[in-house]
Every structure is written in C-alpha cells, then in structure tokens.
C-alpha cells in the first residue's frame, strides 16, 4: 500500500463551522506534485475503469455537458471508446431542429460578437420533443448516454430524456445544494427526484464538504466537483467565488468516505473542470476523484461539433453571462486524443495511456489505489530545472 499524505494541516472532516472572514491555504493542480513509492507496476497491470451505481465504464473520462464537445454523434462515438458523453437537453439540440448553420455562426462570430450572440441564440425556448429526438439518436446506436439539466428545469425535462432511454440524469449548476431557499417558493427536491429515478443520478457542483455530504444523504450517486475552474467559465471572475480542484476534489473525497462509512453506499467522485492536460488529469484521480469530467481538451477532436471552439453553460445567461466562447482549435481525431498515439509531448494526447502510465509509476493497480498516492505541495514542479523549455517558448 502506498502512504497516504493529506494537504490539510487538520482533517478535512474537522472543518470548523467559521461565521466570519478566516483565511486557509487551497491547493490547485500547478501546486502538488504526485510521490512514487517502493512498487511499480507494468501499465498493462493497471485498471482505469470506474463504476457509477451498476454501471461500468472502461474509461474514468466524461464528456462534459458543452454544445462545443458533444452532439448526438460524439456521444455516440464517445461511449464506443469507452467513456460517458453528458448531452445538456437546454442546449442548442434541445431548442433547434437544425443546428449546423448554428455552430457555423457560433464559430464564425467576433469574440465581441459571441457575448451577444450566445444568449441570443439560446433565448429560444427547449422543445420536448427535440430532446426526445436527441436522446433517440444517441440510443439508435447502442450508446450508453448522460442527459444535463439545470434544477429549474430538470423535473420535466430528464424524465422526458429517461424514458427516451437515457442511462443517467445530470442535475447540474454553477453551484447546487440541498438547501435553497427560493422568493417564489418553488424549490426542486434533489432527494425527491433522486429517490424516483430509475437511473444513476449525478449532482452538482459543489466543492466542498458539507454541502457534499448532504447531497450524498439526498440520493445522488455522482458528485461533480468544480466551481468556475473551466477553460470556459468566468463565474471566478464574475463572482468572485470557488475552490482550487485539489482542495476541492480531497473535501469532496473526504465526505464520500465518510458517508460511506455512514450508510454503506459508496457515491462516485467526479472532478470537473479545470484539468488542462493529462498531468493534471492523474492529480485529480490521486486526490481521490473515481472520474473526470472533461471539456476543452476534448473540443480539441475533430469529432467535436464546435469547429474548434467552445462554450461554457453558464455563456448564454440572459443577465448576466458567466462564460465565454474559447478558441481551442482541432488537433486530432477523438481516438488519439483518448488512446493515442500521441503526436505531441504536451499531455493533450493518448490520455488513457498517460493514466495508466503514471499508475504503474506509482504502484497502483486501480483508480482507488491510486487514492493512496502520496501528495505534496511543490510549488517548483512546473518550473525546477525547465529554463530551457520557459526559454523556447519566448
């Protein structure tokens, strides 16, 4: 067994019940380093799949609920290669029958432009009937498909998406909490939704500990962990609010633990967001994630609808947008980006490979092994000994 090191100088799980201003350090991907211990395995040995309740999936990898990543075709090739593809029922697919001139006009706007024009096009309202038709083109080819919806929408939109033959509802938001107090008096009840479903329920995001915890009590079986650290999002800037994904993802981990321990039911852990490349990919698992949920670095496939560009949720808000449309570019085929051969030496390619590789350097055998991998804040990790490579890039 390898040793385990916490970056919390007290339990996670003594988190004070501060009132006031108080300050703690919070750790994000450039600010831990992974420790190898005495065994090391042959990659071939290492097991990257995850469960999600009786589901199994041969990659720990989701596709994020962007319109830029996933389409009815992407998800479909998605899950052929191994991983889960979340479709978000408010996105374009679910308000427009034909949607190619669409992403023609997203990725053909002005960065000005797309400000105006995301929340223009997403003013239209969601069709029942078009989600149904999304669901159905996903199904017709065998895939094992997530469905996204906001809690405002989420009572009559995943049922619709459900019983189309979705696998998996998604209640997602910028933050989302059992506890929400509404001026109109209509809240919707996570742990009532939950405990009708017939499918896994993933819930989120949160970031931290107790709000964690009390949606594992309300009957979710995955928790995303991230607030605002996506390629996309600009909710930090805008808000101001968050949690560096290291910190995040041990809070989060630390509550699945203990509940647990306190129900015998085991919640999945999916750390969403701001993972630039594999490196920072394989710190998040180590932090105690069971999967990832990627966006920009799978807009990067030529099997992404977006033409190279992408998209947060929260871009189209009416009000107040909290996003904004990114340029990624397309570097290579879906396939390559997941399981290689990598062209490049920069982590954006041959993922899996990069996963299992980093396990048998660290001795573990599976993704709740590699729970145990020893952490350390190192602040030189990116920098030590690399004048060269900084130099190149001038």
Same mark, same amino acid.
């Given at each position: 067994?390898?040793?385990?090191?916490?970056?919390?100088?007290?339990?996670?799980?003594?988190?004070?019940?501060?009132?006031?201003?108080?300050?703690?350090?919070?750790?994000?991907?450039?600010?831990?380093?992974?420790?190898?211990?005495?065994?090391?395995?042959?990659?071939?040995?290492?097991?990257?799949?995850?469960?999600?309740?009786?589901?199994?999936?041969?990659?720990?990898?989701?596709?994020?609920?962007?319109?830029?990543?996933?389409?009815?075709?992407?998800?479909?090739?998605?899950?052929?290669?191994?991983?889960?593809?979340?479709?978000?029922?408010?996105?374009?697919?679910?308000?427009?029958?034909?949607?190619?001139?669409?992403?023609?006009?997203? !990725?053909?706007?002005?960065?000005?432009?797309?400000?105006?024009?995301?929340?223009?096009?997403?003013?239209?309202?969601?069709?029942?009937?078009?989600?149904?038709?999304?669901?159905?083109?996903?199904?017709?080819?065998? !895939?094992?498909?997530?469905?996204?919806?906001?809690?405002?929408?989420?009572?009559?939109?995943?049922?619709?998406?459900?019983?189309?033959?979705?696998?998996?509802?998604?209640?997602?938001?910028?933050?989302?909490?059992?506890?929400?107090?509404?001026?109109?008096?209509?809240?919707?009840?996570?742990?009532?939704?939950?405990?009708?479903?017939?499918?896994?329920?993933?819930?989120?995001?949160?970031?931290?500990?107790?709000?964690?915890?009390?949606?594992?009590?309300?009957?979710?079986?995955?928790?995303?962990?991230?607030?605002?650290?996506?390629?996309?999002?600009?909710?930090?800037?805008?808000?101001?609010?968050?949690?560096?994904?290291?910190?995040?993802?041990?809070?989060?981990?630390?509550?699945?633990?203990?509940?647990?321990?306190?129900?015998?039911?085991?919640?999945?852990?999916?750390?969403?967001?701001?993972?630039?490349?594999?490196?920072?990919?394989?710190?998040?698992?180590? !932090?105690?994630?069971?999967?990832?949920?990627?966006?920009?670095?799978?807009?990067?496939?030529?099997?992404?609808?977006?033409?190279?560009?992408?998209?947060?949720?929260?871009?189209?808000?009416?009000?107040?947008?909290?996003?904004?449309?990114?340029?990624?570019?397309?570097?290579?085929?879906?396939?390559?980006?997941?399981?290689?051969?990598?062209?490049?030496?920069?982590?954006?390619?041959?993922?899996?490979?990069?996963?299992?590789?980093?396990?048998?350097?660290?001795?573990?055998?599976?993704?709740?092994?590699?729970?145990?991998?020893?952490?350390?804040?190192?602040?030189?990790?990116?920098?030590?000994?690399?004048?060269?490579?900084?130099?190149?890039?001038?």
């Amino acid at each position: 067994m390898l040793e385990t090191q916490t970056l919390a100088e007290a339990p996670i799980d003594r988190i004070p019940d501060v009132r006031g201003p108080s300050l703690q350090f919070a750790y994000g991907f450039d600010d831990v380093a992974l420790v190898p211990d005495r065994e090391t395995l042959d990659p071939a040995l290492c097991d990257v799949s995850w469960r999600l309740g009786d589901l199994r999936f041969d990659l720990p990898i989701l596709a994020a609920a962007m319109d830029g990543v996933v389409d009815p075709g992407f998800a479909a090739e998605f899950a052929g290669q191994g991983g889960l593809a979340v479709l978000n029922l408010e996105g374009i697919h679910g308000r427009y029958e034909d949607v190619s001139a669409l992403y023609e006009r997203i !990725a053909g706007a002005t960065a000005e432009e797309a400000v105006t024009l995301l929340p223009e096009l997403y003013r239209k309202p969601v069709d029942g009937d078009l989600v149904r038709r999304s669901v159905t083109k996903v199904k017709e080819r065998g !895939a094992v498909l997530a469905v996204s919806a906001t809690p405002a929408n989420a009572a009559w939109l995943l049922p619709i998406a459900v019983d189309a033959g979705a696998d998996v509802a998604v209640i997602q938001s910028t933050v989302t909490s059992t506890s929400h107090v509404s001026r109109s008096g209509e809240v919707f009840d996570i742990a009532e939704f939950c405990a009708g479903s017939s499918v896994p329920v993933i819930v989120g995001n949160t970031a931290a500990y107790r709000p964690a915890i009390e949606l594992m009590r309300a009957g979710a079986s995955g928790i995303l962990v991230g607030i605002g650290p996506g390629a996309e999002c600009t909710s930090r800037e805008v808000l101001g609010i968050g949690l560096p994904q290291i910190s995040a993802t041990m809070e989060v981990t630390q509550a699945r633990d203990d509940y647990q321990r306190e129900s015998g039911r085991r919640v999945s852990v999916i750390t969403d967001g701001g993972m630039r490349v594999s490196g920072d990919m394989i710190k998040a698992l180590a !932090a105690g994630a069971d999967a990832l949920m990627l966006g920009a670095p799978l807009a990067l496939a030529a099997e992404s609808p977006g033409r190279g560009f992408n998209w947060g949720m929260a871009s189209f808000h009416g009000s107040l947008p909290r996003g904004t449309r990114i340029r990624v570019g397309t570097t290579a085929s879906l396939r390559q980006i997941l399981h290689g051969p990598s062209e490049v030496n920069n982590g954006t390619q041959n993922i899996s490979g990069a996963i299992r590789t980093a396990m048998g350097v660290l001795g573990a055998r599976t993704i709740a092994d590699l729970h145990h991998t020893r952490i350390v804040h190192a602040p030189a990790i990116k920098t030590e000994g690399k004048m060269y490579q900084h130099a190149g890039r001038l």
